[in-house]
């Protein structure tokens, strides 16, 4: 069976592929379901939780087909739980990775060692054809923050990450090793049982 993943970013497709470890179930972008490019959805929600559900519903009854949507970000116990939903815009709408990641480092710049706590939060939705939400989740990453960038690896702000009491940030970990502690890896292995269901039902195996 096919589910349309809320985004056209082939590396989340082939992320998701990969952590939900679900034979039968094939993820396809916006565009491959038939959307137009500008097709979208406005995030008004004011929790991460109420932004994926409005995305997976409304991708689901646009597309006819079950959808998965997730919305994640990054909180800073020192900022207030900062930037939290506004992740992405945190340091203005069109900025880069290396942009956003200079601001918070700045925000954060009079910070000291042991009060840099953060966490990384993936809230995932699953939404029927009709655009009922099946399954709703989150997965959590704590970690603190960095005082500056480290690691080729990942993406947004994956390079100031330190996971848990560790010394490595998110960048310097190998994809497996992300995976096993992500916060989307987190959150999928709790949609999972969910996924597997809708695989038995309807007889979808490969």
């Known amino acids: 069976m096919k589910i349309v993943v809320a985004s056209n970013n082939r590396g989340k497709l082939v992320e998701l ?71 992405k815009r945190f340091a203005g709408e069109n900025a880069t990775d290396a942009e956003r990641i200079a601001f918070l480092l700045e925000k954060l710049k009079e910070i000291a060692v042991g009060q840099r706590a953060a ?14 939400i099946l399954d709703l989740q989150t997965g959590y990453c704590p970690g603190q923050i960095a ?34 502690v992500s916060h989307r890896g987190n959150g999928l292995r709790l949609l999972r049982p969910k996924l597997l269901e809708l695989v038995v039902d309807r007889g979808c195996y490969n």
């Open 147 to 180: 005082f500056a960038p480290r690691g080729s690896h990942g993406f947004g702000y994956d390079p100031i990450f330190i996971v848990g009491n560790g010394e490595r940030t998110m960048a310097e970990l190998s994809a497996t090793e992300k995976d096993n």
């Open 119 to 132: 966490r990384f939060v993936a809230a995932l939705a699953l939404a029927a054809p009709d655009g009922t």
């Open 17 to 87: 592929q990969r952590l939900a470890h679900v034979n039968g179930i094939e993820f396809i972008t916006a565009r491959e379901a038939g959307l137009s490019d500008d097709f979208d959805v406005e995030e008004t929600g004011t929790t991460f939780e109420e932004n994926a559900a409005l995305k997976a519903s409304e991708y689901a009854k646009a597309t006819g087909l079950y959808a998965i949507a997730d919305d994640s970000g990054i909180e800073v116990g020192a900022l207030g739980g900062e930037p939290g939903i506004y992740t």
